[in-house]
């Protein structure tokens, strides 16, 4: 096991890192979040994602405080710093998946499972963007996975903890990052006919997710209602009066 999985950390440690900081970021999304993250370093705000002096509200802010995290260690935020968190969330979905397909099956179904998801060039490009899609698959994966094994043992308190990385992942994108892994472990529930035994558990774990993201979103909230009163209320009527 420990050399099947040694051969896959080699393999996507090469694919996903080698030359990963030599070309330069891609318009549009790629200098997106580094400029963001540098701007949140600059302003010393980790809250508020900004893009160019704009408060910029489309996406959560998880990705670019992993760039920050990535720049800190490197020194800057540069191509590398920018795409190293998703090579490094690549990285680990592959060992998952092995993980899971050694539970699945054996071995040798997890080893094919990872060289397969690792050789796949939609994920290896993925793997060397700076984009927040690799990110956001492997928090939604790692919810699954939790819960499969979770289910496995039949032990329900750690059933409903393996829904907290869907908070890290609503964080990362947006509330998807919860519908789907819940959707798959509902199903997955039905199929077993585990469903009557797990519903409340799979309830708790949902909210526990969801508060947990709520909490990093209270400051935010608070900065979109004030910008709505500014923007769309008191700037109109304070600009016709003058």
């Not at 990705?63 to 969330?89: K, L, Q």
């Not at 099956?105 to 796949?120: I, W």
């Not at 907290?164 to 519908?179: H, S």
């Not at 709505?228 to 700037?235: D, M, N, P, S, T």
Request: aromatic content about 16%.
């Amino acid at each position: 096991m420990k050399l099947r999985l040694a051969v896959l950390i080699i393999l996507a440690g090469i694919l996903f890192f080698f030359n990963l900081g030599v070309t330069s970021l891609w318009d549009p999304d790629e200098p997106r979040q580094a400029i963001m993250a540098r701007e949140m370093m600059d302003r010393g705000d980790y809250i508020r994602p900004y893009l160019n002096g704009i408060p910029y509200l489309e996406k959560p802010p998880f990705y670019s405080w992993m760039i920050i995290a990535a720049a800190r260690i490197s020194g800057t935020v540069d191509e590398f710093a920018s795409r190293a968190p998703s090579a490094v969330a690549a990285l680990l979905l592959v060992i998952m998946t092995f993980l899971l397909g050694c539970r699945l099956g054996d071995e040798r179904a997890g080893f094919f499972s990872g060289l397969v998801l690792v050789t796949n060039y939609q994920f290896l490009s993925n793997a060397r963007e700076s984009v927040m899609d690799m990110t956001f698959a492997f928090f939604i994966g790692l919810v699954i996975y939790l819960a499969f094994v979770s289910l496995e043992k039949d032990k329900r308190l750690s059933f409903v903890l393996s829904f907290i990385p869907g908070a890290f992942a609503i964080l990362t994108k947006g509330p998807a990052g919860l519908v789907i892994p819940v959707g798959v472990v509902f199903f997955y529930l039905i199929y077993k006919r585990s469903l009557r035994r797990y519903i409340v558990p799979l309830v708790a774990g949902c909210l526990l997710a969801t508060c947990s993201e709520a909490c990093g979103y209270v400051q935010v909230m608070f900065d979109i209602f004030s910008y709505f009163l500014y923007h769309i209320v008191h700037y109109p009527y304070g600009h016709r009066r003058k």
